[in-house]
T-cell receptor, first 111, second 108 residues
């Protein structure tokens, strides 16, 4: 079975802190994605990556950056966390044109 | 107008009822993906289909490419089916567009 893991299920950070969210997949998938999910807004794509060291902006990249130094790991970075980044963050991976597999999610609260 | 829409937005059903959730999309797609999200956040893939019908247990998904419409059916619904159901349109070049989700509550 494909396994996508995220570093934390719950995280509480203060405004202005730098936050790292890690995602690891074990199926040698080329594509990895970071989404945030908010009530009434559904899933929105922040960034995605087609390959190591490759990144593409999604629909809402502002305030975020990403890093993909190894194929299995895709990190989402909040350079200076703000309260409007309180959300559920979901990582996913896929092989090309195949369905996406999701991690369990990280519920981030910024106070 | 959203490129992927779902109806209904919220649905409450009695245990045992037959349930239908609809998804319509306005863009060209390579496939359509149905996802289930339980309270707590984890998302599980239910079906990915590009034509016809797929069945898994009490779940059935259908798609009509010409009409740009897909349905997810649940037969003999059970309280453990309570979840948010999300359809996602897989566009070419791997872009995915998610519907807003349908929140289902099945009452014993």
């Amino acid at each position: 079975d494909v396994k996508v893991t995220q570093s934390s299920r719950y995280l509480v950070k203060r405004t202005g802190e730098k936050v790292f969210l890690e995602c690891v997949q074990d199926m040698d998938h080329e594509n990895m994605f970071w989404y945030r999910q908010d009530p009434g807004l559904g899933l929105r794509l922040i960034y995605f990556s087609y390959d190591v060291k490759m990144k593409e902006k999604g629909d809402i990249p502002e305030g975020y950056s990403v890093s993909r130094e190894k194929k299995e790991r895709f990190s989402l970075i909040l350079e200076s966390a703000s309260t409007n980044q309180t959300s559920m963050y979901l990582c996913a991976s896929s092989s090309r044109s195949i369905k996406q597999y999701f991690g369990p999610g990280t519920r981030l609260t910024v106070t | 107008k959203n490129e992927v829409e779902q109806s209904p937005q919220n649905l409450t059903a009695q245990e045992g009822e037959f349930i239908t959730i609809n998804c319509s999309y306005s863009v060209g797609i390579s496939a359509l993906h149905w996802l289930q999200q339980h309270p707590g956040g984890g998302i599980v893939s239910l079906f990915m289909l590009s034509s016809g019908k797929k069945k898994h247990g009490r779940l059935i998904a259908t798609i009509n490419i010409q009409e740009k419409h897909s349905s997810l059916h649940i037969t003999a619904s059970h309280p453990r089916d309570s979840a948010v159901y999300i359809c996602a349109a897989l566009r070419f070049y791997d872009k995915v567009i998610f519907g807003p989700g349908t929140s289902l509550s099945v009452i014993p």
